[in-house]
Antibody, heavy 119, light 108 residues
């Protein structure tokens, strides 16, 4: 069955960096677009970034552009999010999610990893 | 950027029908998807492409989309339907995935 397992979250000071990972299993990872989506405590969902199956197409939300970098390693069935210059407002649970084929929705989500930015 | 507006909360008695709206400029021209999120859990897709249901989602969940409003309808509401619900679209003009503001459904 499809599994997405995030890791790498934790407490970091403002201005610091963190790298999130998402380990995928149960499907052919290299066939699917993947995204990072976050949710601040008590708030709604916010899409962060997506990467195409080959890694050649990448988009970011304006709120993270220039600070976050999405990447993938299809040989390792893994998705990454490098987060630099972190701010308090980046505090959230970060989910990795798989896009359905050519559709525009997410049919599989990980359980999320919490990132807390605080001094 | 494209904005999706949902009512913050909807309350419904068991066995009744809950309707959750999602407003956006000409949203009827886009495909709308809906997610259910229970406390401490990841979101779960309940309706995609306006009105289709993934396997395993009860027929009680249905969707529609026209004009400036999309609607998720939950018929014969059960206590287990109490959750937050989010609509979502792909805004091709900005290459953004956009989520609605979210609606908390309370079963009385």
């Amino acid at each position: 069955q499809v599994q997405l397992v995030e890791s790498g979250g934790g407490l970091v000071k403002p201005g610091g960096s963190l790298r999130l990972s998402c380990a995928a299993s149960g499907f052919t990872f290299s066939d699917y677009y993947m995204s990072w989506i976050r949710q601040a405590p008590g708030k709604g969902l916010e899409w962060v970034s997506y990467i195409s199956s080959s890694g050649s197409t990448i988009y970011y939300a304006d709120s993270v552009k220039g600070r976050f970098t999405i990447s993938r390693d299809n040989a390792k069935n893994s998705l990454y999010l490098q987060m630099n210059s972190l701010r308090a407002e980046d505090t959230a649970v970060y989910y990795c999610a798989r896009r359905y084929g050519s559709g525009s929705y997410f049919n599989y989500w990980g359980q999320g990893t919490l990132v807390t930015v605080s001094s | 950027s494209y904005v999706l507006t949902q009512p913050p909360s909807v309350s419904v008695a068991p066995g009744q029908t809950a309707r959750i709206t999602c407003g956006g400029n000409n949203i009827g021209s886009k495909s709308v998807h809906w997610y259910q999120q229970k406390p401490g859990q990841a979101p779960v897709l309940v309706v995609y492409d306006d009105s289709d249901r993934p396997s395993g989602i009860p027929e009680r969940f249905s969707g529609s989309n026209s004009g400036n409003t999309a609607t998720l309808t939950i018929s014969r509401v059960e206590a287990g339907d109490e959750a937050d619900y989010y609509c979502q679209v792909w805004d091709s003009s900005s290459d953004y995935y956009v989520f609605g503001t979210g609606t908390k459904v309370t079963v009385l």
